[in-house]
């Protein structure tokens, strides 16, 4: 009789797998979707590049687009740059060479703002006016350094990339790109 039961079991099992109508697990539920037509790419040649005076077919000349006949190239300077009369703030933004007596690191620039001005750091300084720098201001076309406290350092003029000037201490202090 045991085994009467487990015949009668094993053909439920048999039946119950052969009644299913799925036997994959592939996940095709979605068809492809048909392809759409498109128009066709119409094709044109193109019309020739307006030539220069005294070119031939495909040659290229040594005069320049401007109009200036003797090949020269034209570079503006920026307002200011030059004679120092008008520095932005965001000219001295950045990294810059800064030297005192004997003593030369970096100084950097932000427009955060900070205790009288923007944020200013120094690395690589011994000079001990210099390591104290923690923040700038402009007032006018002067550059002024501050400490922490926002007590001025020095004072320097300039423009462009180099900028001149003394410390309260006398000293002389430059910095420079």
Do not use: H
Request: hydrophobic residues 35%; contains cysteine.
């Amino acid at each position: 009789m045991n085994r009467g039961l487990t015949i009668a079991l094993v053909s439920v099992l048999a039946i119950s797998t052969m009644a299913c109508q799925r036997t994959t697990y592939t996940r095709s539920y979605v068809s492809p979707l048909p392809a759409t037509p498109s128009t066709p790419v119409a094709g044109d040649s193109l019309s020739p590049l307006d030539q220069q005076p005294g070119a031939s077919q495909g040659e290229i000349t040594g005069q320049p687009l401007d109009g200036t006949a003797d090949g020269t190239q034209v570079a503006s300077v920026a307002p200011g740059a030059a004679g120092g009369s008008s520095v932005g703030r965001t000219d001295l933004l950045g990294g810059w060479d800064v030297a005192s007596g004997a003593d030369s690191c970096k100084l950097f620039m932000t427009l955060t703002t900070w205790s009288g001005g923007y944020r200013a750091n120094t690395r690589g300084c011994s000079d001990e006016s210099l390591s104290r720098i923690a923040a700038w201001d402009l007032n006018g076309s002067q550059v002024v350094l501050k400490d922490a406290a926002g007590s001025d350092i020095a004072q320097l003029s300039g423009g462009g990339s180099s900028f001149n000037g003394v410390t309260n201490s006398g000293a002389p202090i430059s910095f420079r790109r």
